[in-house]
């Protein structure tokens, strides 16, 4: 089974520091996603990638966050400098932009904790 | 404003019984509504996509109910095991070039032996 690959699956650091979230889309999929979920907020959109242009980061607080896709395989979320308060589990997704009607597939995501 | 709003928030059921879960939206334009299943500890996996004209769609002892005129949708599931015990998540992708998805909070479903 084809699937979407986060790494690290944990990640625990302090509160400064620089964070890399990476994700590897399922192969053939243009659209990728990264979302933010919390107990409180619920699965909250940061940034929209299709065919690897940035569409959609208007949910990412830009002084701190940044979202690439370097290549159609990876993509990647950055936090510098990170604060107690980005402590979340962060989900990466992928997709198939040609029908709207297609799923998203999501990784299991980066359970970050920031001290 | 676009809102997803799922009731009730967390449910327990006995194994083997049925239920169902609502999920009211207010997204316009409107593409599709998605069932997600969340188990603990993974990411959500999808269930169900359904575009205005369908309302109905099943998968496996899953079926989703759509009615797009009182924008309302439920999840209904059959004969539950304890497998089901996870979190179901209610998305609407509204129309437009992003295509942007809009989430529901989730009901927590546990299922007792």
């Known amino acids: 089974d084809a699937r979407v690959t986060q790494t690290p699956r944990h990640k625990v650091t302090e509160m400064g520091q620089e964070v890399t979230m990476r994700c590897q889309p399922i192969?053939?999929?243009?659209?990728v996603f990264w979302y933010r979920q919390t107990m409180m907020q619920g699965l909250e959109l940061l940034a929209y990638?299709?065919?690897?242009?940035?569409?959609?980061d208007s949910g990412m607080p830009k002084d701190r966050f940044s979202a690439e896709m370097p290549d159609a395989t990876l993509a990647t979320l950055k936090i510098q400098p990170s604060e107690p308060r980005d402590s979340a589990v962060y989900f990466c997704?992928?997709?198939?932009?040609?029908?709207?009607?297609?799923?998203?597939?999501f990784g299991n995501g980066t359970r970050l904790t920031v001290t | 404003k676009n809102q997803v709003e799922q009731s009730p928030q967390s449910l327990i059921i006995l194994e083997g019984k049925n239920c169902t879960l609502q999920c009211n939206y207010t997204v316009s334009p409107f593409s599709n509504l998605r069932w997600y299943k969340q188990d603990t500890g993974r990411g959500p996996v999808s269930l169900t996509i359904m575009t205005f004209s369908e309302n109905t769609k099943s998968n496996g002892r899953y079926t989703a109910t759509l009615d797009a005129d009182t924008k309302q949708s439920s999840l209904h599931i059959t004969a539950s095991q304890l497998s089901d015990s996870a979190s179901y998540i209610c998305?609407?992708?509204?129309?437009?070039?992003?295509?942007?998805?809009?989430f529901g909070t989730g009901t927590l479903l546990a299922v007792q032996p």
């Open positions: 990638f299709r065919n690897r242009a940035p569409l959609d």
């Open positions: 192969l053939g999929h243009n659209t």
């Open positions: 998305v609407v992708a509204g129309g437009g070039a992003t295509n942007k998805l809009i």
């Open positions: 997704a992928s997709g198939l932009d040609s029908s709207y009607n297609s799923p998203l597939h």
